[in-house]
Every structure is written in C-alpha cells, then in structure tokens.
C-alpha cells in the first residue's frame, strides 16, 4: 500500500499565499506523475498542477502564473505554493500520485490524499 498525506491547507484573506505539501510513503519503486486535484463545490474534481519525474509540468489555466508545483524526488514529496489567491480558488485539494511498487514495478497505480481543505475569505 501507498499512503499520500497532504498538509498545509487553511483559511487565507484574497491576495496572500499558501503552500500545500504531500508526502508518499509505502513500498514505492517509483512516481511517475505526482501533483494537485482540487474540488469546489458544485464542481467537478480538476487538475490543478501536476509534475513528472523528468519534470515535466501542467498546470490549470485558471491557476498558471499564480501556483508553482515543485517536486522532491528524494523524499517522494510534492510541494504547491499558491500565489495571489482568489476566493474561487477554494477548495479542497487532493494529492494524486501515479506510482511504481517494489512488489511489481511493471505496474503502475494512482493513488489520493485525503484532501485538505484551502478556503479564500475575507
């Protein structure tokens, strides 16, 4: 089994910043892809930022400029820094990660955080 576990999530005033981290933990061979998924409500789950393992990115065209997704390899982790917030940028965001096990790293399974909740309010 593989464990993501996000933290960093909270309540911030429209314009300031927030830095959302996730760390992996388990029999990991390998990440592929490790970022962000956010869900508000009324709306369906999105990508928010992603990042290979060669670091490659995406981003959301609602957050591209204002969010940076950054990556620890060594320590399986997956940073967001979020800039320059805006209310509807609240939501709760999820970890995702497409991982390689020891056990059959032939295979690859996307596993999720639990989700913490990012609220933008004044």
């Known amino acids: 089994q593989v464990q993501l576990v996000e933290s960093g999530g909270g309540l911030v005033q429209p314009g300031g910043s927030l830095r959302l981290s996730c760390a992996a933990s388990?029999?990991?061979?390998?990440?592929?892809?490790m970022g962000w998924y956010r869900q508000a409500p009324g709306k369906q789950r999105e990508l928010v930022a992603t990042?290979?393992?060669?670091?490659?990115?995406n981003y959301a065209d609602s957050v591209k400029g204002r969010f940076t997704v950054s990556r620890d390899n060594a320590k399986n982790t997956v940073y967001l820094q979020m800039n320059s917030l805006k209310p509807e940028d609240t939501a709760v965001y999820y970890c995702?990660?497409?991982?390689?096990?020891?056990?059959?790293?032939?295979?690859?399974?996307?596993?999720w955080g639990q989700g913490t909740q990012v609220t933008v309010s004044s």
């Open positions: 995702n990660a497409d991982v390689r096990l020891l056990q059959n790293p032939e295979d690859q399974y996307r596993y």
């Open positions: 388990g029999s990991i061979f390998s990440i592929t892809v």
């Open positions: 990042m290979t393992s060669g670091g490659n990115t």
